[in-house]
């Protein structure tokens, strides 16, 4: 499984932004999709989820502000972030395990594919 994620950039605290994340493979309907992001200094940081079937997640810190979303004929997973933070600064990274199925979908070592990452810069 190949990730490519896009859409990073730099804008002001308010601002919206939304990332893509393209992924090759035949089977990407029946993988669950997670977003990742690492801010300098700091451990990653999971911040959003979405199963094969549908099921979302995210941390507390964007609930209401972030929204993830798949469009399985494209091969792609979203996140819309709005209300952008300096806080919300970081390499952002989409993820996958190339499965349905997650021991723990918060941790990174339950995904084995990774993005290159998109670097997002929100300045106050």
């Known amino acids: 499984v190949q990730l490519q994620a896009s859409g990073g950039g730099l804008v002001q605290a308010g601002d919206s932004l939304r990332l893509s994340c393209a992924a090759s493979g035949r089977t990407f309907s029946s993988y669950s999709m997670g977003w990742f992001r690492q801010a300098p200094g700091k451990e990653r940081e999971f911040v959003a989820h979405?199963?094969?079937?549908?099921?979302?997640y995210y941390t507390d810190s964007v609930k209401g502000r972030f929204t993830i979303s798949r469009d399985n004929a494209k091969n792609t997973v979203y996140l819309q972030m709005n209300s952008l933070k300096p806080e919300d600064t970081a390499v952002y990274s989409c993820a996958t395990r190339g499965d349905r199925y997650y021991s723990n979908y918060r941790s990174p070592d339950d995904y084995s594919y990774w993005g290159q990452g998109t670097q997002v810069t929100v300045s106050s």
């Open positions: 979405v199963t094969w079937s549908g099921n979302i």
